[in-house]
């Protein structure tokens, strides 16, 4: 009696560990997959300015240059940028065509508004976010809305939306200035671009 009892119970152990055994190896290669996809998708931008012209700032009060995509950049760009803003405002938004429209704001002696918008990032549960560039004054990410319909609904109701978006900030004497996409972001190809933008704004030596 005391052998069949030893047995009966030996069996099933033996299978559960094997099971959970499998089980974590196929977790652990999973997770081990996903972050290699992760690390392909990132980037250096490229440092050619070829399809670019520069753009002098300093008559709407900011003394800098800025490098904006031309005619030949293929976004559907306007041969003239654009420039609205009004004297006294903190506030500018350059237009390439209707493809393209760098916001730039004043924010006087704030110089962490990169490590501000991460945190805020950070924060959305709506969202997912996958930074292509992470520096420290420029960030470049894909975000990726979550859908979470209520309990009742289909399994297909509700389609991922994915955009593109860049943020930075540069300092012109002494000023912080924030750069960066519209709200509801691009595509990838003009975040690229306005990417480069951002990185070619700089201080017009006197």
């Known amino acids: 009696m005391a052998t069949k009892k030893y047995t009966f119970f030996t069996v099933p152990f033996k299978a559960v560990s094997l099971a959970l055994f499998i089980g974590l190896t196929l977790l652990s290669s999973c997770g081990g997959s996903e972050e290699k996809s992760e690390e392909k998708e990132e980037f250096t931008l490229n440092e050619d300015y070829y399809d670019f012209k520069g753009v ?5 009060g900011i003394n800098a240059m800025i490098m904006l995509p031309d005619e030949t950049a293929n976004i559907g760009a306007a041969t003239k940028p654009e420039i609205i803003h009004a004297d006294g405002d903190f506030k500018w938004d350059i237009l390439v065509g209707p493809n393209f429209q760098l916001h730039i704001e004043d924010y006087g002696d704030y110089n962490d508004l990169v490590e501000v918008k991460k945190k805020e990032l950070k924060e959305y549960d709506f969202v997912k976010i996958n930074y292509l560039i992470n520096e420290k004054d420029l960030i470049l990410y894909e975000q990726t809305l979550l859908v979470k319909g209520s309990k ?13 978006h860049v943020y930075g900030q540069k300092t012109i004497d002494g000023v912080t200035y924030e750069l960066r996409s519209r709200d509801e972001g691009y595509e990838k190809v003009i975040i690229e671009l306005m990417a480069k933008s ?5 201080p017009i030596q006197k």
Not at 152 to 164: D, L, P
């Open 56 to 60: 002098s700032l300093s008559s709407y």
């Open 152 to 164: 009742k609904a289909a399994k297909s109701v509700g389609v991922e939306h994915r955009s593109y």
């Open 198 to 202: 951002i990185k070619s704004f700089k």
